[in-house]
């Protein structure tokens, strides 16, 4: 966790990872709800605009402090939530339907945690549970291991933390709140190397592009690969600002 930045994968370079500012404070958010007096609540919650890399950001601590994972859907049920859970957490197979009741489900999926402290439950999408009126099942897995010092960090777009205020009794537990930033130069300098490590950039060609992308690493990428494409047919390796005003 020395590195900070947000992680992109790239379908054009299998698994590469570009580590961007978010991440950081993502990392930073989940450093500190692991690190709190026990006496404190420990939810999160990273929030911001779609495109950000937020989800990026779980599957950098999934993969660098063992997080637990789960990308929640607007079709679940309280349910197919807790399902999703326990496959996660090796409770259950992930598909198979489990005929344990929701409140004996919630139980063991708090025990689990209860008994690993140390692996946060990161709940991305989670704007779907407050939509649906679920949040509080959230609240019900929390009371069984909040006294080990678990911690619970829910991912969603930029109106959840007003969404969660109206449930008091959730949002009066949530220790710390951290927005997803757009990217900055520093950010599109490392996915252009990345995604176009070949390719010259002409002076003011990146910053351009990152502030008609509105900072979006999602629609960074998505640029910068179609400048890739359009570079390599035509058998250039600079980009120059004019290209990219002419849709290059």
């Known amino acids: 966790m020395s590195e900070n930045g947000n992680i992109v994968n790239f379908p054009s370079r299998a698994r590469s990872i570009a580590k961007l500012a978010n991440v950081s404070r993502f990392v930073d958010l989940i450093q500190t709800l692991q690190d709190r007096p026990i006496d404190l609540p420990g939810f999160g919650v990273f929030y911001g605009a779609a495109g950000l890399g937020k989800s990026m950001a779980s599957t950098y601590a999934a993969n660098k402090i063992r997080a637990h994972v789960v990308e929640c859907d607007f079709t679940w049920t309280q349910k197919a939530f807790c399902e999703a859970v326990m496959a996660e957490i090796g409770l259950l197979y992930k598909g198979a339907p489990t005929r344990t009741p929701i409140y004996r489900a919630v139980g063991e999926i708090g025990d689990y945690f209860a008994a690993n402290p140390s692996r946060p439950l990161i709940i991305d999408e989670a704007d779907f549970l407050v939509k649906r009126k679920m949040i509080e ?3 019900a897995i929390y009371k069984y291991c909040a006294p080990a010092g ?13 969404a969660l205020s109206l449930w008091e009794r959730f949002d009066s537990r949530i220790l710390m709140r951290v927005m997803a930033l757009p990217l900055d130069a520093a950010d599109t300098e490392k996915l252009a ?24 690493a999602r629609r960074i990428v998505t640029r910068l690969n179609t400048i890739l494409a359009a570079a390599r047919k035509a058998n250039r390796t600079t980009i120059t600002v004019a290209e990219i005003e002419g849709g290059a």
Not at 150 to 162: C, F, H, N, Q, R
Request: hydrophobic content about 45%.
């Open 137 to 139: 099942i959230v609240r």
């Open 150 to 162: 678990a911690s619970i960090v829910l991912i969603g777009e930029e109106t959840m933390p007003k």
């Open 193 to 216: 190397h990345l995604v176009c490590p070949d390719l010259v950039f002409e002076d003011g060609v990146l910053d351009r592009l990152r502030r008609a992308a509105g900072g979006s």
